[in-house]
């Protein structure tokens, strides 16, 4: 008999919830990040910092695919301001 692993779910729930609740006032860097770390952990990951080191650089860089490339705005928080500024000045 199937059981479901209850405690993944909420971690995916909870995952999701993170980032729609951060994504307005932290940004979509920030909200993804969470969300990634909170899936990872449902899908068994103990390794945080590596966790959110690997969200940091996949939703940045989808960021700025979407936002510089496409001119499509996803949620720019701090971190995205503070980025288009950087890239504005190089």
Do not use: C, H
Request: glycine residues 10%; charged residues 10%; without cysteine.
């Amino acid at each position: 008999e199937y059981t479901p692993d209850t405690l993944a779910l909420r971690w995916l729930a909870a995952g999701m919830l993170a980032n729609i609740v951060l994504i307005g006032p932290a940004g979509f860097t920030v909200a993804s990040v969470v969300m990634f770390t909170m899936v990872a952990r449902a899908f068994g990951s103990t390794q945080i910092l590596r966790d959110a080191s690997y969200g940091f650089a996949f939703s940045l860089i989808a960021y700025i695919g979407f936002a510089r490339a496409l001119g499509i705005n996803i949620g720019a928080g701090p971190l995205e301001r503070a980025v288009d500024s950087f890239i504005k000045m190089i």
